[in-house]
């Protein structure tokens, strides 16, 4: 790396070494050391280029006895075959003086030995500096502002080829700061600037000029071997990415690792997986990388795994150990098998994921003995990641085609799923050829649209009613407070925080505006909750008040939440009755005819379907199973109209629901947008009828002023009379049947933005009939015009 970034000045000294070994020769304590560190300090102290700055390092092979004397409090003679230690000008990463070890593993020809960290050399150039200011930082000024970053050095062994990691200890104890001048004075705007800009060197350069300090001495360098720990802490890193058993490049990584933890560069990796129980999970399985139990031969020519090394682990749940094939006696086929692989030394794990076993991983040697139960325990740490991860596998390869569609499209319904694995089959087909491959346009053309709602009555109106009595009962609590507290302490800000209670609970009067619930809350959170721990111990009275008021507000939403959560949970409880009604049906209603389908929840449940020859991949389409699922959604309007009636008891807030079917003679076609994951009508015409579908909820009769949709009534909206005729054909039936009133009205509706010229009939169900109590799908009969369509 380029040392000429390093903006300070830096110059090697043996001073503090030299003070080291006067220390030891002063020590009042005789020992062994002391008459060598005397002799050794008399005799630096005669050659006066060794004291001081040395500038000429060739000084120091001039000196060369004398001097590893002095690095032997340092480097110890007992040690010098084995340790990894260098030392070099004060943060410059080139060696002076380094052992054996350190030279052949670490440095290049300039001596250098900081390539090939974990860090880039930009941001080491740059750690150096910011070290540098750290330690100013706090010797001169008490701020620190420390950072550590761990430096992990890797090597190739030159013998095995795998990778090896080594740990940078730096020790600065031989260093000595020289400021050059008078520092500046730092103020405390300064330090957070700093420490919001940490990495700037240039802001630390205009704080604090570089040419003030002056690093004299030398700093040890030792390196420490860190292979097994950091081997681990990659292959769990590693395991953890969601992706690494989804092809050959993550498998290799991984048998990388092992290689790399088990420092055995012929080790091999297998993983094998089984999706059913455990005695056919081999012949089920699916291979993960290089499997040896799914390998071509294995595979063709062992046809059961009793008593194998596989059924064992599998069985006991631990790691089974075969430390020679060759000499193995009673070898299973399964076990000839794999040496014939050049497999010796066999490892076979169980990856156990929620109580199953969901697979195995194996590990091979050529060499007998090398996997052996004391080097096992560095695998049975990281099984659970691998059974993880071959779980994710497991999943991703369960739904390959599915994952294709989930990334292009959406979750898929069923009914039109075959088209869209067309289209991803059709697109992996074509990424073969070309990597910029689009997933062609899904058009459903000529489809019937048939669209339900079931909504709540002024649901805005009884949400915002039930908000604003918590509001106001969250204030009025509040006031007994302030009330109890000026009781005993009489102070003209009790009385202005009355009044500004007073005034807010007189806004909720006139209704709920937009804002009101934000400007409470903060109002209470700023002005009233912070005076509690303030005036709690006045009196008796304010504390039982502060007590009621802490007990009424709830502890998520930090509001009185009573009105609003009866009102949720009432909404909630039609919600899921009527989706319960509508999930349980149209799971039949796809059996009339495939179809598809979407379901909404808000304040009540909206759905549409689409049906039509373009929909469905192998039945053809007639126009009996149209009016088949129009009759079918009629009935099922019936049955959630008076599922509400049964409901509405068990509700805290009374709810009144209303129901209304749209109706279009006219197919159209519906396109699925891939940026916005969704199915819509496609085409300018087409639009027209989603604003319908948006807008006629909110339709009046013409001439009065009511509202279109009633309480227990179902609302058919048309636009042909052809459209009126078919349903009142379905009017009568249910009437016979005992579904519906005999009150038709026949009515035109006032014109809406971009809607013109809307009918409607409108008829009372029957909720007290006794035609409810049987199941829906009994009620659809169809069979003999089907048989009829079925002969023409």
Same mark, same amino acid.
């Given at each position: 790396?380029?040392?000429?970034?390093?903006?300070?000045?830096?110059?090697?000294?043996?001073?503090?070494?030299?003070?080291?070994?006067?220390?030891?020769?002063?020590?009042?304590?005789?020992?062994?050391?002391?008459?060598?560190?005397?002799?050794?300090?008399?005799?630096?102290?005669?050659?006066?280029?060794?004291?001081?700055?040395?500038?000429?390092?060739?000084?120091?092979?001039?000196?060369?006895?004398?001097?590893?004397?002095?690095?032997?409090?340092?480097?110890?003679?007992?040690?010098?075959?084995?340790?990894?230690?260098?030392?070099?000008?004060?943060?410059?990463?080139?060696?002076?003086?380094?052992?054996?070890?350190?030279?052949?593993?670490?440095?290049?020809?300039?001596?250098?030995?900081?390539?090939?960290?974990?860090?880039?050399?930009?941001?080491?150039?740059?750690?150096?500096?910011?070290?540098?200011?750290?330690?100013?930082?706090?010797?001169?000024?008490?701020?620190?502002?420390?950072?550590?970053?761990?430096?992990?050095?890797?090597?190739?062994?030159?013998?095995?080829?795998?990778?090896?990691?080594?740990?940078?200890?730096?020790?600065?104890?031989?260093?000595?700061?020289?400021?050059?001048?008078?520092?500046?004075?730092?103020?405390?705007?300064?330090?957070?600037?700093?420490?919001?800009?940490?990495?700037?060197?240039?802001?630390?350069?205009?704080?604090?000029?570089?040419?003030?300090?002056?690093?004299?001495?030398?700093?040890?360098?030792?390196?420490?071997?860190?292979?097994?720990?950091?081997?681990?802490?990659?292959?769990?890193?590693?395991?953890?990415?969601?992706?690494?058993?989804?092809?050959?490049?993550?498998?290799?990584?991984?048998?990388?690792?092992?290689?790399?933890?088990?420092?055995?560069?012929?080790?091999?990796?297998?993983?094998?997986?089984?999706?059913?129980?455990?005695?056919?999970?081999?012949?089920?399985?699916?291979?993960?990388?290089?499997?040896?139990?799914?390998?071509?031969?294995?595979?063709?020519?062992?046809?059961?795994?009793?008593?194998?090394?596989?059924?064992?682990?599998?069985?006991?749940?631990?790691?089974?150990?075969?430390?020679?094939?060759?000499?193995?006696?009673?070898?299973?086929?399964?076990?000839?098998?794999?040496?014939?692989?050049?497999?010796?030394?066999?490892?076979?794990?169980?990856?156990?994921?929620?109580?199953?076993?969901?697979?195995?991983?194996?590990?091979?040697?050529?060499?007998?003995?090398?996997?052996?139960?004391?080097?096992?325990?560095?695998?049975?740490?990281?099984?659970?990641?691998?059974?993880?991860?071959?779980?994710?596998?497991?999943?991703?390869?369960?739904?390959?085609?599915?994952?294709?569609?989930?990334?292009?499209?959406?979750?898929?319904?069923?009914?039109?799923?075959?088209?869209?694995?067309?289209?991803?089959?059709?697109?992996?087909?074509?990424?073969?050829?070309?990597?910029?491959?689009?997933?062609?346009?899904?058009?459903?053309?000529?489809?019937?649209?048939?669209?339900?709602?079931?909504?709540?009555?002024?649901?805005?109106?009884?949400?915002?009613?039930?908000?604003?009595?918590?509001?106001?009962?969250?204030?009025?609590?509040?006031?007994?407070?302030?009330?109890?507290?000026?009781?005993?302490?009489?102070?003209?800000?009790?009385?202005?925080?009355?009044?500004?209670?007073?005034?807010?609970?007189?806004?909720?009067?006139d209704g709920l505006q937009t804002g009101d619930e934000a400007n409470v809350a903060s109002f209470l959170k700023k002005e009233i909750e912070p005076l509690f721990e303030s005036i709690v111990n006045l009196s008796a009275?304010?504390?039982?008040?502060?007590?009621?008021?802490?007990?009424?507000?709830?502890?998520?939403?930090?509001?009185?939440?009573?009105?609003?959560?009866?009102?949720?949970?009432?909404?909630?409880?039609?919600?899921?009755?009527?989706?319960?009604?509508?999930?349980?049906?149209?799971?039949?209603?796809?059996t009339i005819y495939p179809h598809y389908f979407e379901k909404y929840k808000t304040d009540g449940v909206e759905y549409t379907m689409y049906i039509g020859d373009a929909i469905s991949e192998k039945e053809r389409f007639?126009?009996?199973?149209?009016?088949?699922?129009?009759?079918?959604?009629?009935?099922?309007?019936?049955?959630?109209?008076?599922?509400?009636?049964?409901? *509405?008891?068990? #509700? +805290?807030?009374?709810? =009144?629901?209303?129901? @209304?079917?749209?109706? $279009?003679? %006219?197919?159209?076609?519906?396109?699925?947008?891939?940026?916005?994951?969704?199915?819509?009508?496609?085409?300018?015409?087409?639009?027209?009828?989603?604003?319908?579908?948006?807008?006629?909820?909110?339709?009046?009769?013409?001439?009065?002023?009511?509202?279109?949709?009633?309480?227990?009534?179902?609302?058919?909206?048309?636009?042909?009379?052809?459209?009126?005729?078919?349903?009142?054909?379905?009017?009568?039936?249910?009437?016979? *049947?005992?579904? #519906? +009133?005999?009150?038709? =009205?026949?009515?035109? @509706?006032?014109?809406? $933005?971009? %809607?013109?010229?809307?009918?409607?009939?409108?008829?009372?169900?029957?909720?007290?009939?006794?035609?409810?109590?049987?199941?829906?799908?009994?009620?659809?009969?169809?069979?003999?015009?089907?048989?009829?369509?079925?002969?023409?």
């Amino acid at each position: 790396m380029n040392n000429t970034n390093f903006p300070f000045k830096t110059t090697f000294s043996l001073n503090k070494l030299i003070d080291f070994w006067r220390n030891t020769a002063n020590n009042a304590e005789e020992c062994i050391g002391t008459e060598f560190a005397r002799k050794l300090v008399s005799d630096v102290e005669k050659i006066p280029e060794l004291n001081g700055i040395i500038t000429d390092l060739t000084v120091l092979d001039k000196h060369r006895e004398l001097v590893d004397a002095l690095m032997s409090a340092i480097f110890p003679p007992a040690y010098l075959n084995t340790n990894m230690t260098s030392i070099s000008l004060p943060l410059i990463s080139t060696s002076i003086y380094s052992t054996q070890r350190f030279k052949d593993y670490f440095e290049d020809e300039n001596r250098s030995f900081t390539f090939n960290l974990n860090v880039s050399p930009e941001y080491f150039d740059v750690g150096k500096i910011i070290t540098v200011y750290a330690t100013v930082l706090k010797r001169v000024y008490n701020v620190d502002m420390t950072v550590i970053v761990p430096l992990i050095r890797t090597i190739t062994d030159k013998d095995t080829g795998l990778e090896r990691y080594f740990k940078l200890n730096l020790d600065d104890r031989f260093i000595d700061v020289q400021f050059h001048g008078e520092l500046p004075e730092i103020t405390q705007e300064q330090i957070t600037l700093l420490s919001e800009n940490m990495f700037n060197v240039q802001l630390w350069q205009e704080i604090i000029n570089p040419e003030l300090i002056e690093f004299r001495g030398f700093l040890v360098v030792n390196m420490f071997e860190v292979t097994d720990q950091e081997a681990l802490s990659k292959l769990k890193f590693d395991l953890l990415d969601k992706n690494i058993l989804s092809g050959q490049t993550g498998f290799t990584v991984l048998e990388n690792r092992i290689r790399t933890m088990f420092r055995n560069p012929d080790l091999k990796l297998g993983i094998a997986s089984f999706s059913d129980d455990k005695t056919r999970f081999i012949r089920t399985g699916t291979k993960i990388g290089s499997s040896f139990i799914l390998s071509e031969s294995c595979a063709a020519k062992c046809t059961d795994y009793d008593d194998s090394i596989y059924e064992k682990a599998v069985n006991t749940g631990e790691p089974q150990i075969l430390y020679d094939l060759n000499i193995l006696p009673n070898c299973t086929k399964v076990e000839k098998e794999i040496r014939g692989l050049g497999v010796r030394n066999l490892m076979v794990a169980p990856l156990i994921s929620e109580g199953r076993t969901i697979g195995v991983i194996e590990l091979g040697s050529s060499k007998p003995g090398a996997l052996n139960s004391i080097n096992a325990l560095k695998l049975i740490e990281i099984l659970p990641l691998f059974s993880l991860a071959l779980k994710r596998s497991l999943e991703d390869m369960e739904s390959r085609i599915q994952s294709v569609i989930k990334e292009k499209c959406t979750a898929v319904h069923p009914a039109v799923e075959w088209r869209f694995r067309r289209a991803a089959l059709n697109l992996i087909e074509k990424e073969n050829s070309d990597e910029f491959a689009q997933m062609e346009e899904i058009i459903f053309r000529d489809v019937y649209p048939l669209y339900a709602l079931s909504d709540i009555r002024n649901s805005s109106l009884i949400r915002n009613k039930s908000i604003q009595k918590d509001l106001r009962d969250n204030l009025r609590l509040a006031r007994e407070i302030i009330l109890a507290a000026s009781a005993v302490k009489l102070m003209p800000e009790f009385e202005h925080i009355i009044y500004k209670i007073d005034k807010h609970i007189y806004m909720l009067e006139d209704g709920l505006q937009t804002g009101d619930e934000a400007n409470v809350a903060s109002f209470l959170k700023k002005e009233i909750e912070p005076l509690f721990e303030s005036i709690v111990n006045l009196s008796a009275d304010v504390n039982t008040a502060i007590d009621k008021y802490k007990n009424a507000v709830d502890k998520d939403l930090g509001l009185i939440y009573r009105k609003r959560k009866e009102y949720d949970q009432s909404v909630k409880l039609l919600n899921e009755n009527i989706s319960s009604i509508v999930d349980d049906e149209e799971e039949y209603a796809q059996t009339i005819y495939p179809h598809y389908f979407e379901k909404y929840k808000t304040d009540g449940v909206e759905y549409t379907m689409y049906i039509g020859d373009a929909i469905s991949e192998k039945e053809r389409f007639h126009p009996v199973y149209l009016r088949n699922l129009r009759l079918w959604q009629f009935l099922l309007m019936c049955r959630v109209a008076a599922m509400a009636e049964k409901v *509405k008891p068990m #509700l +805290k807030i009374k709810l =009144e629901l209303a129901h @209304l079917i749209l109706v $279009q003679n %006219v197919p159209l076609s519906i396109r699925f947008h891939h940026d916005q994951k969704k199915f819509d009508v496609d085409g300018t015409y087409n639009v027209h009828y989603e604003i319908m579908k948006k807008r006629i909820d909110k339709a009046e009769i013409r001439g009065k002023e009511e509202r279109l949709t009633q309480p227990g009534k179902i609302a058919i909206v048309y636009t042909q009379q052809n459209e009126a005729n078919e349903y009142l054909q379905y009017i009568e039936y249910l009437q016979a *049947k005992g579904f #519906l +009133k005999k009150d038709v =009205e026949f009515m035109e @509706l006032e014109d809406l $933005q971009g %809607v013109y010229g809307l009918k409607a009939l409108r008829v009372s169900v029957d909720l007290e009939s006794a035609v409810f109590e049987n199941s829906l799908k009994s009620d659809i009969n169809y069979n003999k015009e089907l048989k009829e369509f079925i002969k023409s």
